[in-house]
């Protein structure tokens, strides 16, 4: 069963950056074939997709974090990063990654996230 681990997070004042990584525990071989998603939950808040990279290293991004996010992927490390500047209070969630392959769903059993706090 494919798990991944989020890590990275923490308390910054607004405007402030901070960056997430993922870590798959999948062969490279099968997390190069697969599209890549950052999503986030903030409390009483159903979860939303942040950010997604595809195998072949194309990026969409929720309006809300068009121009402050990047999404990257190293695929020799099975990790995928999020690159979060100009932080907002509204960014405050947990954030968790996920993998779907092309065409699929979201598979991994999502795992406990790390938690973003903006605020001064």
């Known amino acids: 069963q494919v798990q991944v681990v989020e890590s990275g997070g923490g308390l910054v004042q607004p405007g402030g950056s901070l960056r997430l990584s993922c870590a798959a525990s999948?062969?490279?071989?099968?997390?190069?074939?697969?599209?890549m998603g950052w999503f986030r939950q903030a409390p009483g808040k159903e979860r939303e997709l942040v950010a997604t990279?595809?195998?072949?290293?194309?990026?969409i991004y929720a309006d809300s974090v068009k121009g402050r996010f990047t999404i990257s992927r190293v695929d020799a490390k099975k990790t995928v990063y999020l690159q979060m500047n100009n932080l907002r209070p509204e960014d405050t969630a947990v954030y968790y990654c996920?993998?779907?392959?092309?065409?699929?769903?979201?598979?991994?059993?999502w795992g406990q996230g790390t938690q973003v706090t903006v605020s001064a």
């Open positions: 990279i595809s195998s072949g290293g194309i990026t």
């Open positions: 996920n993998a779907r392959l092309r065409g699929g769903s979201w598979y991994v059993r």
């Open positions: 999948i062969s490279e071989t099968i997390f190069s074939t697969n599209d």
